[in-house]
């Protein structure tokens, strides 16, 4: 019995030297935008969305895995493949919706700090400009990991109240099965496709996925082997890698989507005066725990939220450009600058009335900003002289166009 848990946590310590990326870019799913589109979820229709988060899971894992999947057969971000395979005015092409889905992406992250900002009491004005020095400053002197673990932590709480508060009131005979074709519900559904399925999430995974494979490599490389076993040793650890992405993927689309649902469930204690809540109604929704300090909780947690998110979609979004660009990663910098500047000004001019309402259809948005680069994924995986025995095929690619087009069809539905 010892002997057999010993090779059991030989092999888990083999899987666990990748695990980092695909967990990593879950936990920034769950960010402020994610947490106001469940927040209104709820209070629009109380648990009557919880069969479709649950359903959400399956495209998420599907769509995701193939991102992790190329950066472990490549072992190269998805902009360097993307240069690398396509014809440069192709390529530069392919860098539209890139830039697109950056800016859009930085655009909510930003209006969730302003959302929690105007909940702390603080000038809108003078924070928000603070908060993008603070955003340019740590991911151009490269404090990822520092800053990483005090966001993680930050959010968390705003997370474990949810989950206080889900407990204390406890769980309501709602149904959790609500189906209509009215114009609200069809939006609500195109915000929660948007909030779960994020543009960045594609290109943050192939990238921190290949650095992860690297970096687990140069480790191993102490240990020196004979050429022999060489190419046996490599087929193993890329297959090692890649189970290990796969359960990282679909274990951390499991526990992003049961978030969502306790979110959900939670502000169900909302009564919303007109169709949407206002920022004032879902902060209120934490006052069973904490009372009148329900709203800076709020606020702060949305603030923590969303600057991790910042952080993890300029690993992702500058990463994929650059490469796309053949230019080196130091050059980055200017990217983060340009890139997140018009999304402080829109936050910084919008009234406060429109907040709520400007993170929801920017959600929507996502759905269409993510055929682009959801469309090159999935030629590229195909390539077999690309992907080698990774390559997608089969079942696994009719799964993963159908959860593309899936994913796409809510857009559509919310707009007609």
């Known amino acids: 019995m010892v002997v057999l848990l010993l090779l059991n946590w030989a092999g888990i310590k083999r899987y666990l030297k990748f695990f980092g990326p695909a967990w990593l870019v879950m936990l920034a799913d769950m960010d402020a935008s994610s947490t106001i589109g469940a927040a209104e979820t709820g209070a629009i229709?109380?648990?009557?969305?919880?069969?479709?988060?649950?359903?959400?899971?399956?495209?998420?894992?599907?769509?995701?895995?193939?991102?992790?999947?190329?950066?472990?057969?490549?072992?190269?971000?998805?902009?360097?493949?993307?240069?690398?395979?396509?014809?440069?005015?192709?390529?530069?092409?392919?860098?539209?919706?890139?830039?697109?889905?950056?800016v859009v992406t930085y655009t909510v992250e930003y209006l969730?700090?302003?959302?929690?900002?105007?909940?702390?009491?603080?000038?809108?004005?003078?924070?928000?400009?603070?908060?993008?020095?603070?955003?340019i400053l740590i991911v151009t002197h490269r404090k990822y990991g520092t800053t990483e673990m005090v966001l993680v932590g930050v959010s968390?709480?705003?997370?474990?109240?949810?989950?206080?508060?889900?407990i204390v009131r406890g769980i309501k005979p709602y149904n959790p099965v609500f189906i209509s074709a009215s114009p609200d519900f069809l939006f609500i559904l195109a915000v929660n496709v948007g909030a779960v399925i994020m543009p960045f999430m594609l290109f943050f995974q192939t990238s921190a996925t290949a650095e992860k494979i690297i970096h687990v490599r140069s480790k191993n490389a102490e240990t020196h082997e004979n050429e022999?076993?060489?190419?046996?040793?490599?087929?193993?650890?890329?297959?090692?890698?890649?189970?290990?992405?796969?359960?990282?993927?679909?274990?951390?689309?499991?526990?992003?989507?049961?978030?969502?649902?306790?979110?959900?469930?939670?502000?169900s204690g909302v009564?919303?005066?007109?169709?949407?809540?206002?920022?004032?109604?879902?902060?209120?929704?934490?006052?069973?725990?904490?009372?009148?300090?329900?709203?800076?909780?709020?606020?702060?947690?949305?603030?923590?939220?969303?600057?991790?998110?910042?952080?993890?979609?300029?690993?992702?979004?500058?990463?994929?450009?650059?490469?796309?660009?053949?230019?080196?990663?130091?050059?980055?910098t200017f990217v983060y600058i340009v890139e997140s500047f018009p999304a402080l000004i829109v936050a910084l001019v919008?009234?406060?009335?429109?907040?709520?309402?400007?993170?929801?259809?920017?959600?929507?948005?996502?759905?269409?900003?993510?055929?682009?680069?959801?469309i090159v994924m999935g030629l590229l995986a195909r390539k077999k002289s690309l992907m080698k025995n990774f390559y997608l095929s089969g079942k696994g690619e009719l799964a993963y166009w159908l959860s593309v087009m899936f994913v796409v069809s809510f857009g559509i539905l919310a707009i007609l």
């Open 228 to 267: 022999i076993n060489k190419s046996e040793n490599e087929s193993r650890f890329k297959k090692t890698a890649m189970k290990s992405m796969r359960f990282e993927t679909l274990f951390g689309a499991i526990v992003s989507e049961m978030l969502m649902i306790i979110v959900e469930m939670t502000m």
């Open 271 to 332: 009564t919303p005066t007109t169709d949407f809540a206002s920022v004032s109604e879902l902060s209120g929704a934490l006052s069973i725990i904490a009372g009148a300090f329900s709203p800076y909780l709020f606020g702060i947690g949305l603030i923590g939220a969303a600057f991790l998110a910042l952080v993890v979609i300029s690993l992702g979004s500058a990463w994929g450009l650059v490469e796309v660009l053949g230019l080196k990663r130091d050059r980055a």
């Open 112 to 135: 969730g700090i302003a959302i929690g900002v105007e909940l702390l009491g603080l000038p809108i004005l003078i924070s928000l400009p603070i908060f993008y020095i603070f955003h």
């Open 156 to 166: 968390s709480v705003l997370i474990i109240s949810f989950i206080a508060t889900l």
């Open 45 to 102: 229709f109380k648990y009557g969305l919880i069969w479709f988060m649950l359903l959400l899971i399956i495209p998420l894992y599907l769509i995701q895995e193939v991102s992790g999947r190329i950066g472990v057969a490549t072992e190269k971000g998805l902009g360097e493949v993307i240069r690398e395979h396509y014809p440069r005015r192709t390529a530069l092409f392919l860098t539209v919706p890139m830039v697109l889905t950056d």
């Open 350 to 374: 919008l009234p406060m009335t429109m907040l709520i309402n400007a993170v929801l259809t920017l959600l929507v948005l996502f759905v269409f900003v993510l055929i682009g680069p959801a």
